[in-house]
Structure formats: C-alpha cells, structure tokens
C-alpha cells in the first residue's frame, strides 16, 4: 500500500476500488476519486465520517466504511473512534460544566438570526423574470418557456438575457434563473423544453416587489409594464443567413401518429455555423494520462468540445458563429446536433459489457436517440489468451449482431492511436459534407418525448432529401437516462436484466404486455400448484410462439423470465 496518512482506510477503498474495476461497475469512478483523493490528503482522519471533505466521499461511502471500521475494531479487540458530532456536543458540554464551576458566565448561545425576506434588486435579472412570470394567472400551471420568458421580462432588466454583459465572460441575466429556482420561488418542469411558473412564495415575492418605492415609482401597472418606458436592449433581427420556412405536415399519410406538430423550421446557411466533434470526457488512455485523446485529436486538426455525453462517446454538431442566433429564433442554445455518432469500446470493455448485459442497453439506447449513423469502434488490445478464447464466440456473435440486426457500422482499430486517426479523419469528411449545406432546424418547443421518433420518421419518409435537425440541449434531453424515462423505458430496463433478453426480445415482450402490471397479472391467471408453474414456464415462449431468429423466446429463457415476474 502506497504511502498515506489514513492507510487503513485507504486499503478498504482501494479493495473496492479493484473490485468495482473488475465487474465493470459504473460505481468505479466514484472509487477512483476517492482513492485518489484519500491518497493524497496529508490529514489524519478519526473518524470515516470526517472523510466528506474529500472528493468521491458521500454520506453513503462514508458510511460503508464506518461499518468497515465498527467491525475491524471488534475483530482485534480496539476502541471504536468517536464520531466527530458526539466528540463536538462532549466538548461543548464540558465546557459550559467547567464554566458553570468557576463561576462564570455560561457561554452565550449564538443567536438565530431571522433570515431577510427576498426581494431582488429593482430592474436586475430575478427581478425581470418574476415581473414576467407574475403575467400569467395564477391558476395557470403550464408555465412560460424560456423564449417567451425572455422576450416578456427583458424590457424590466437593464442587463441582457441573451448577450453577457463582459464579453470576456458567458453569464447573462438568465442565470439568475438557477437562483429563482434554488430558492423555490419558481418551479421548472418539462422536457426537453423546460417550461417554468411561479410557486407560491414566488407569488408572495411579487406581492412584495409591488409594495417596493422602486416599483411604484416605475410604474404601478407595469406588471406587464409599458415598454416604450423602460430602457430596452436592442435585440438583433435573425442575419442573412436564417430563413424562417412553415412546415406543415401531412398527418393523413402518418399511421404512427396523427398529432404530429407544424412548426416553422429554422434554415441555417452554409457560412453561419462550423462541424465541431464532441468527446466525451471519460474517454481517457489513463487516468495519469486524461488528455491524450483530447491533445492528439487536437494536432490532427480535430479539436474536439468536452462533455459528459448523454448516449454514445463521441458526436458531432454544428455550431453556430452567433452564440444567441438560435435563441431568438425559438431554439435553444447554439448547437445543432448532426446525423453522426460513435460508440467507442475496448475489447475488454466490449467483452464487460456482453457479460453484464450493458452492450444491449446500449445499443437500445443508440436505437432511441434517432441518430441514423451509428458507427462502433472496436478498439483491440492486448488480453489474456485464455479469457479472450473463453468469450471469442460472443465477441464474433456480438459484432455480426451490431452490423446485421442494428444495421451500424464496426470498425475495428488496433490501438487508440490509429481510434484517435479514424475520429480526424472522420471530422474532416464531415466538416467538408455538412459546412457546404443548408440545416433544417426544428424548434425546440415543438419537440416531445412522445412525437420525436414519429416525427422524424414523417419526415425522412416524406423528404428524403431534406436533412432535419434538432439542437444539443434537446437531444440531450431526449437521450437522458433519467430524466425522459416513461413506463415503457423502465419496464424493457427491467427485462432486459435477466441474462438473455435482449432488446429486440424485450420490445416484443412490451408489444404483448404493455406494462408490469400487465405481465404479472398474466402470470397470476396461470394459477396455483403444479399445473400452474408449468403454465408460467410456458408463458412467454408460448404467447410468443410466433417469433422467429434472434427475437424468438425459446423455453429455458421463459422459465426465467417467470421465475422473475411469476414468482415460480
């Protein structure tokens, strides 16, 4: 074990650590901060629970090892360490009896002072999206988007809400909306189009806003406010290079869906945006050595953005020259995510993710994000032989699934150097497609969860020729693990953990049994005793009797789907 101040505690965490990085367990880099940051502290720490000032150490982890450390102590007979609130309430309590004795006065207990009630500063950012939230009635609970939220509280803001102030810095007026938000006096809600609306302390801080000598003076019946009265800041009309076009579409030749929206697309011309390339920032050779893609892809010509990616490893997107263009036209931020997108896996990785049934998951949630071309890099490395002749089957298989049944390019490197070439490469034919044509943007406030796939479909079937984007924020969104997951998202998550059922199994399941409830019901009307285990064991395989190659249910996989769901 490496030199440290806490070596004990360090060698509980490093277990962990190796372990987590053995199964492949999203929890390893959570172990890898706090190894890493225990490693280095020079403090010696009492107690684990003093450990939360380090990075990678939460409540829960802090926790794991004060058990750790209870049950270490038993073992070899040692006194178990205070906690550093009792040790705090002991020491306190000693003091004030060591007072009381000599006489003196008892310490003085600090006085809680009554927190000032909130009112931001007249014509500031809060203060300008709480006159413009207060428009709405307060029965009204669908709330205002972030375009018609700007557009109603600038005239009340001397600052902008779409240019920073100091050019040298990204803030805006907006930004005051994440402290409106923090201190409850607005809720947001929706996605991917945020909407947002008054609580009711908000209401209570309008209320206070108007008894202000400043909003008075103003104008009293300026909650909508005369604009010719306020100083405005000019808001630049959309350039030369954006067109504005309705988009009407047909929902008669539609049987998906026949609510999908009109809207007004945003045509960007070729000189007002630039391709860049997206990586993530957990694509790293080491973690001594984090940025080498980062700089080798940058002497290629490639540089790429870094961000913490939603779906895949590495993306591209067009970014546009005016960083506020988009959001005056109704869109959001000043990307628009291009039709490309990488999923970049070490054969080690690759060989993880088949065993722990990650590589299906994924694979579906490439699937969902409605990128078209979906490009694999398997990047091969140097493996035991006996491990990788062990799951060599299962790789070969896996491949030929990716490129047959999901229909995505794999394209197999020898190391992360030759990855890191193809990424170059793969930017400068995309620079050289995409910075030549004109972009079909969708609105951000058109888009949901429910008509996204529909309505691209709609799209691509009725112009072919004509490329549909969406931007980054709401492709994110989209694409989000959580924050989009519907009922159906989590039942196929739920199925598709049993070893076996794969994506294309488990959508099938959902088409037969739409919810949870649905498949439990159906195992329960099997009924008791012998009979009715036999029944259940047969469930799935028999209703789904129908399917065919790589969707079909054989038995053995529906006596363990029913001893999951059917309590067999």
């Known amino acids: 074990m490496e030199e440290c101040s806490n070596p004990q505690l360090l060698s509980w965490v490093k277990e962990w650590l190796d372990t987590a990085r053995e199964r492949n367990s999203k929890g390893f880099t959570t172990y890898r901060n706090a190894y890493e940051s225990l490693r280095a502290c020079p403090l010696v720490f009492q107690h684990p629970a003093e450990l939360q000032q380090l990075k990678g150490f939460g409540p829960k982890l802090c926790e794991r090892l004060t058990d750790k450390l209870k049950k270490h102590c038993q073992d070899n007979n040692l006194p178990m360490p205070e906690h550093p609130q009792a040790r705090k309430a002991a020491e306190r309590a000693q003091r004030e009896e060591e007072a009381a004795v000599e006489g003196g006065p008892a310490p003085k207990k600090r006085k809680t002072r009554q927190p000032k009630a909130y009112v931001p500063a007249f014509r500031s950012g809060g203060y300008a999206l709480l006159i413009a939230l207060s428009t709405q009635p307060d029965d009204v609970f669908s709330g205002m988007t972030k375009a018609d939220l700007i557009e109603t509280a600038q005239p009340h803001c001397d600052a902008s809400f779409t240019a920073p102030t100091d050019p040298t810095k990204f803030y805006t007026a907006w930004n005051s909306m994440k402290t409106l938000v923090q201190k409850e006096l607005v809720y947001e809600r929706g996605r991917?189009?945020?909407?947002?609306?008054?609580?009711?302390?908000?209401?209570?801080?309008?209320?206070?806003?108007?008894?202000?000598?400043?909003?008075?003076?103003?104008?009293?019946?300026?909650?909508?406010?005369?604009?010719?009265?306020?100083?405005?800041?000019?808001?630049?009309?959309?350039?030369?290079?954006?067109?504005?076009?309705?988009?009407?579409?047909?929902?008669?030749?539609?049987?998906?869906?026949?609510?999908?929206?009109?809207?007004?697309?945003?045509?960007?011309?070729?000189?007002?945006?630039?391709?860049?390339?997206?990586?993530?920032?957990?694509?790293?050779r080491a973690k001594t050595d984090r940025d080498y893609m980062q700089d080798e892809l940058a002497k290629l010509d490639a540089a790429p953005l870094m961000r913490s990616l939603e779906v895949g490893d590495a993306q591209w997107v067009a970014k546009c020259h005016d960083p506020t263009l988009l959001q005056r036209l109704g869109a959001e931020g000043d990307e628009i995510v291009l039709d490309w997108i990488v999923e970049r896996k070490r054969l080690d990785d690759l060989i993880g993710s088949i065993k722990d049934g990650r590589f299906h998951e994924q694979k579906f949630r490439l699937k969902r994000s409605g990128v078209q071309n979906v490009i694999y890099i398997i990047e091969d490395i140097t493996m035991d032989s006996q491990t990788y002749q062990r799951y060599e089957e299962a790789v070969h298989s896996a491949i030929a699934s990716t490129q047959v049944v999901n229909g995505y390019f794999v394209k197999r490197t020898a190391m992360m150097d030759e990855t890191v070439k193809y990424l170059a490469r793969l930017t400068a034919m995309l620079k050289r497609r995409y910075e030549k044509q004109t972009l079909h943007v969708i609105p951000s406030r058109v888009i949901t969860a429910q008509n996204y796939a529909p309505l691209m479909q709609h799209l691509r079937e009725t112009q072919p020729s004509v490329g549909h984007y969406i931007t980054y924020q709401t492709f994110s969104s989209l694409a989000s693990k959580s924050e989009m997951m519907t009922l159906r998202d989590v039942f196929l998550k739920m199925l598709m953990t049993t070893r076996g059922l794969t994506g294309e199994r488990a959508l099938e399941i959902q088409k037969r049994w739409r919810t949870p409830y649905d498949l439990v019901k159906a195992f329960e009307a099997c009924g008791p005793g012998e009979v009715g285990k036999k029944r259940k064991h047969e469930l799935v395989s028999s209703q789904l009797n129908h399917l065919v190659g790589r969707k079909k249910i054989s038995k053995a996989l529906s006596q363990k789907i029913a001893e999951v769901w059917g309590d067999a």
Not at 218 to 247: C, F, K, L, M, Y
Not at 248 to 274: A, C, E, M, Q, Y
């Open 192 to 284: 991917p189009l945020r909407r947002y609306a008054l609580t009711d302390e908000g209401w209570e801080v309008i209320r206070r806003i108007k008894e202000t000598r400043e909003w008075r003076a103003d104008n009293e019946s300026a909650i909508v406010g005369d604009h010719t009265t306020s100083a405005q800041p000019a808001i630049r009309p959309p350039s030369p290079e954006v067109e504005i076009i309705q988009e009407d579409n047909d929902n008669s030749t539609n049987p998906v869906d026949n609510k999908l929206p009109s809207f007004s697309r945003i045509k960007l011309h070729p000189g007002s945006f630039s391709v860049k390339l997206l990586l993530d920032v957990r694509e790293v």
